[in-house]
């Protein structure tokens, strides 16, 4: 039986050959790619796509509320909806973080969970958001199979597709398998909290208010306002806050549109309420983000001008 060290060094090795510079790599794979890190984070904001994190080398924490996640070598972290939380992550130059991130194809999950029998687990509205699993030998045998047909074009067309198919089912039927389901089920708009979810993806950019989003889950504004808290791990409006910086760093950060444009893009009326708010959740000004992107991230970037400094 092939032993797990030597699958996790065939990992590192190629993952290192694949993602030979700093920051994401695409791939030819639609939702999938490497990332490279070199350097130690400390409480950066996150928000990432519904979909699983698997680390090979290095180690990252989560941390959501009062809870924290590990994904590590020996650990993967699966996301059925995005949720804003903390992150840091211990890498060197000697021993760089290398990690494989895959983006949910909904059509995929939705396939197989029709072909899963019922499983014991949280449903609906206590759905977990974030899960942190064993990196058991299963998922392991796929990651390798993956990253080794990634090294070359024609297994990349050939062997590629199925082999994602072939992840999401590692992951859909894992330990938290039961809750993640639960979870992408509400996501998709299957319960309360999943239609308000949907509803602000479809209407970020615009002004929500918390009745039209309880009306959407049917719930009352009380009740509404603590699940979910609950499930999130922050309120309805925060999160919404969160999306639009998060969607505006990314424009900026990709498409070098200025402050005032991206601003402007996600929803807000002020630059200068926009620049205060960004800075006060990324820890950096949006031009200064910008250029810590394309150094840490390998994101296509042209510095954005600096803001002016916003009033008190």
């Not at 840091?88 to 939705?110: K, N, T």
Request: with cysteine.
């Amino acid at each position: 039986m092939p032993d797990p060290m030597n699958d996790r060094d065939e990992l590192v090795l190629l993952a290192g050959t694949i993602a030979g510079r700093e920051g994401y790599t695409a791939t030819s794979l639609p939702g999938l790619r490497l990332l490279r890190s070199s350097t130690d984070l400390d409480d950066v904001p996150v928000l990432y796509r519904p979909g699983a994190v698997f680390v090979l080398q290095g180690a990252k924490r989560g941390h959501l509320g009062t809870e924290s996640f590990v994904y590590d070598a020996h650990h993967y972290l699966a996301v059925s909806v995005p949720v804003p939380f903390r992150m840091e992550s211990r890498a060197s130059p000697d021993a760089p973080l290398l990690a494989v991130y895959m983006d949910f194809d909904l059509s995929i999950a939705a396939e197989l969970i029709e072909l899963m029998p019922p499983r014991p687990g949280r449903t609906h509205d206590n759905a977990r958001s974030l899960v942190s699993s064993p990196l058991d030998r299963g998922v392991r045998g796929t990651l390798l199979r993956l990253v080794t047909a990634l090294a070359d074009p024609l297994e990349t067309a050939a062997l590629g597709p199925p082999l994602v198919r072939e992840l999401h089912y590692r992951v859909l039927t894992g330990p938290q398998g039961a809750e993640l389901i639960a979870a992408l089920r509400q996501a998709g708009g299957g319960g309360g909290i999943g239609r308000s979810l949907a509803y602000i993806r479809r209407h970020y950019r615009r002004q929500i208010s918390i009745g039209i989003l309880a009306a959407e889950a049917g719930m009352s504004v009380p009740t509404f306002h603590s699940r979910f808290r609950e499930r999130i791990g922050t309120t309805p409006l925060n999160y919404i806050k969160s999306l639009r910086l998060h969607e505006a760093r990314l424009l900026m950060a990709r498409d070098a549109c200025s402050v005032a444009t991206a601003a402007a893009a996600v929803g807000y009326v002020s630059t200068s309420q926009f620049s205060r708010e960004f800075k006060r959740h990324f820890g950096r000004a949006a031009s200064e983000e910008v250029l810590w992107m394309r150094a840490h991230l390998g994101e296509r970037a042209q510095p954005v001008e600096p803001e002016a400094e916003p009033q008190a």
